[in-house]
Nanobody, 121 residues
Framework: QVQLVESGGGLGQPGGSLRLSCAAS????????MGWYRQAPGKQRELVAV???????NYADSVKGRFTISRDNAKNTVYLQMNSLKPEDTAVYYC???????????????WGKGTLVTVSS
């Protein structure tokens, strides 16, 4: 099995910063895409940022220039540095990863359980 565990959520001030981490563990051969999604109350889950194994990134327009996604392949960990926080960033943030458990076969998509980020003064 594979587990994704997020950490780093909590209360952030408008204009402030928070850093999220997500560590993948278990039976892992390699990880392709890793990403962060979020779901605000009453809204659908949306993509925040994604990073592929080679390092290319993609961001939602709403977070471009404020959030930075990065990964440490040796640690099977993805990070989300969130700067210039806004109240509308308040949401549960979920980690997502496409994991290959063996050399042969397809990658399987996994989700973390989420971490709550609240931006408020």
């Amino acid at each position: 099995q594979v587990q994704l565990v997020e950490s780093g959520g909590g209360l952030g001030q408008p204009g402030g910063s928070l850093r999220l981490s997500c560590a993948a563990s278990g039976s892992i051969f390699s990880i392709n895409d890793m990403g962060w999604y979020r779901q605000a109350p009453g809204k659908q889950r949306e993509l925040v940022a994604v990073i592929i194994s080679g390092g290319s990134t993609n961001y939602a327009d709403s977070v471009k220039g404020r959030f930075t996604i990065s990964r440490d392949n040796a640690k099977n960990t993805v990070y989300l540095q969130m700067n210039s926080l806004k109240p509308e960033d308040t949401a549960v943030y979920y980690c997502n990863a496409d994991v290959k458990r063996r050399r042969a076969g397809n990658a399987i998509n996994y989700w973390g359980k989420g971490t709550l980020v609240t931006v408020s003064s």
